[in-house]
């Protein structure tokens, strides 16, 4: 095996790291750009945005592996994805029932007045 050739100055060495630096940096930035390409985001998730959020969220609680949150982005890995669609679609809610409507509540000051024959002017401000 050929040995590198040997850097005889330190200004060289300098400017050797300075490239590799500049390389690696580059590169560093390319990658953050372009998010991790074998994650899948919440933006082109087949469970949705709201059920994907949700399943990283769970993940990232219990601290299963297969889900990450970077800033707002929710990953997960396509083995997470696949076993998120295997549980099948998520449970429906129940829908809301409206509360049972109770009968309208007797007046019993207009009954009490009706049953003693007391006639409440209509322009009165005792009127119920």
Do not use: W
């Not at 129940?94 to 007797?106: E, F, G, L, M, N």
């Amino acid at each position: 095996m050929e040995s590198l050739p040997a850097i005889r100055s330190a200004s060289a060495l300098d400017d050797v790291l300075a490239t590799f630096a500049r390389l690696v940096a580059q590169e560093v930035v390319r990658e953050l750009r372009s998010g991790p390409s074998d994650l899948v985001s919440q933006a082109n998730s087949p469970l949705g945005k709201r059920r994907h959020c949700a399943a990283v969220r769970d993940r990232v609680t219990r601290g299963d592996a297969g889900g990450c949150i970077v800033g707002r982005v929710y990953y997960l890995t396509p083995a997470a994805l696949q076993e998120e669609l295997a549980k099948g679609k998520a449970p429906k809610r129940r829908a809301v029932s409206a509360k049972p409507t109770a009968p309208a509540p007797r007046d019993e000051i207009a009954a009490l007045r009706a049953s003693l024959g007391i006639v409440v002017p209509t322009g009165s401000a005792r009127a119920a």
